[in-house]
């Protein structure tokens, strides 16, 4: 049973520019969240997406954006990057009626 | 954002020992999760809390919802070296449906010393 997938697993951009991360969720699973951990803190979430609609989102700027495919996989934007986006982007899924969130293991972005 | 307000920030002990770390929030959640992250890894949920008052096991971890619904605790014991890592307490706010990302303290490093 594969559990949550993410790719790239590192990614070096330059300021201004533009990224795509990518998420598949584990088996069975509908719906999925987006996070970003800064170092030496705990991850803060951006957005939740179900049945291909942006159900949730948490305080961030309208540069980050999602998309959600019907095979529930899932894809993070951030547009005009800037060096304080430099983090871990991680990826959740769960079920729409449980809470049980479980994490890929994420994407590390570094913006120079 | 906000944050949980988790401690200890760090912890240093011998193995075998116990350990014992928490969470608290000003509000209430329905629902604590329990998580464990390795350097470069994603949070692997160790342990979820629905009712108040739900005091759950995995193994050597116990966990406790606590009674208000603002605060949790993890007991890990006879600590092993592989229990390092950095834990992290998260809450589901009530507001309906899972429909509400999840709130995460800034974590417990847990350093263990043979």
């Known amino acids: 049973d594969a559990g949550v997938t993410q790719s790239p697993t590192h990614l070096i951009k330059t300021r201004g520019q533009q990224v795509t991360l990518r998420c598949s969720p584990k088996s069975g699973h509908d719906t999925v969240s987006w996070y970003q951990q800064a170092l030496g803190q705990g991850p803060q979430f951006i957005f939740q997406?179900?049945?291909?609609?942006?159900?949730q989102r948490g305080n961030f700027p309208d540069r980050f954006s999602g998309h959600q495919f019907p095979n529930y996989s899932s894809e993070l934007n951030v547009n005009a990057l800037l060096l304080g986006d430099s983090a871990l982007y991680l990826c959740?899924?769960?079920?729409?009626?449980?809470?049980?969130?479980?994490f890929g293991q994420g994407t590390r972005l570094t913006v120079v | 954002g906000q944050q949980l307000n988790q401690s200890p920030q760090s912890m240093f002990i011998q193995e075998g020992e116990d350990v014992s770390m928490n969470c608290t929030s000003s509000s209430i959640f329905n629902t604590w999760l329990w998580y464990k992250q390795d350097p470069g890894e994603g949070p692997v949920l160790l342990i979820a809390?629905?009712?108040?008052?739900e005091l759950t096991s995995n193994g050597r971890l116990t966990a406790q919802f606590g009674i208000t619904r603002k605060d949790s605790f993890l007991n890990i014991s006879a600590s092993i070296p592989s229990d390092v890592g950095i834990y992290f307490c998260?809450?589901?706010?009530?507001?309906?449906?899972?429909?509400?990302?999840?709130?995460f303290g800034k974590g417990t490093h847990l350093i263990i010393q043979p």
């Open positions: 997406y179900y049945e291909e609609e942006e159900r």
């Open positions: 809390l629905y009712k108040a008052g």
């Open positions: 998260a809450g589901q706010p009530p507001s309906g449906g899972g429909a509400d990302g999840l709130t």
């Open positions: 959740a899924s769960s079920r729409v009626q449980g809470t049980e969130a479980f």
